[in-house]
């Protein structure tokens, strides 16, 4: 069955430095999509990319942040200066369609430590 | 814009027991509703989702939900858990046009022997 994977499944950094975050979506899907989880609180959207363009992003999304499709089957998101509030699980994201009733799937995870 | 609320954070359960797992909603837009289960060291998992027609629910794993539209609610319940059924629980929901989920705190389950 096919899956949304991500790589690392655990990064540590120094906070300041630059991170990206790796995930390769289903083949076939279009949609693609950051969400993050702080410990202990909500699932939280990031972004949503498609065609080669974010088509929407929430408020989390600041100029830190930037998202990537260097190639056909990667999907990256780079932080560029690191905080330690960064510290979270990033879960990639696709879909097949956009819209209210297309279904998301979901990688594990990157969990991202910022010391 | 949307939000959701899962009133408890842990639900420990014998095993063969039944379970609810509590989901509330707010939105001033229709929407769509949705469980996730998240396995240790794994991704999100669709479990079932409400889209329209019948307000009963049938997933995987033997889950089910209803929607109560009256209630702004979306309860998740199995009438019998197993020990696999040991997991993170998300409730979410999205508007009908737009691509975001809104989620949940995460219910975790854990079924005991």
């Known amino acids: 069955e096919p899956e949304v994977t991500q790589t690392p499944s655990h990064q540590v950094t120094q906070m300041g430095q630059e991170v990206i975050l790796r995930c390769v979506p289903i083949s076939n899907h279009l949609y693609f999509y950051w969400y993050r989880q702080i410990l202990g609180q909500k699932v939280e959207f990031l972004v949503s990319f498609y065609n080669n363009e974010i088509s929407e992003k929430s408020e989390i999304f600041d100029d830190q942040f930037s998202v990537e499709r260097p190639d056909g089957s990667n999907f990256t998101l780079k932080i560029r200066s690191t905080k330690l509030e960064d510290s979270a699980m990033y879960f990639c994201?696709?879909?097949?369609?956009?819209?209210?009733?297309?279904?998301?799937?979901f990688g594990p995870g990157t969990r991202l430590t910022v010391l | 814009a949307q939000s959701v609320t899962q009133l408890d954070s842990q639900v420990p359960v014998f095993e063969e027991a039944p379970v609810e797992l509590r989901c509330n909603y707010s939105?001033?837009?229709?929407?769509?509703l949705f469980w996730y289960v998240q396995y240790p060291n794994q991704g999100l998992q669709l479990l079932l989702k409400?889209?329209?027609?019948?307000?009963l629910v049938k997933g995987i794993n033997g889950f089910e939900a209803e929607f109560n539209k009256s209630q702004t609610s979306f309860h998740l319940r199995k009438p019998s858990v197993h020990i696999s059924d040991t997991a993170e629980y998300f409730c979410?929901?999205?508007?009908?046009?737009?691509?975001?989920?809104?989620f949940g705190t995460g219910t975790s389950l854990t079924v005991i022997p």
């Open positions: 939105s001033s837009v229709s929407v769509y």
């Open positions: 409400y889209l329209s027609g019948s307000t």
């Open positions: 979410a929901v999205r508007s009908n046009t737009g691509n975001q989920f809104y």
């Open positions: 994201a696709s879909s097949e369609l956009s819209g209210g009733a297309g279904e998301q799937f």
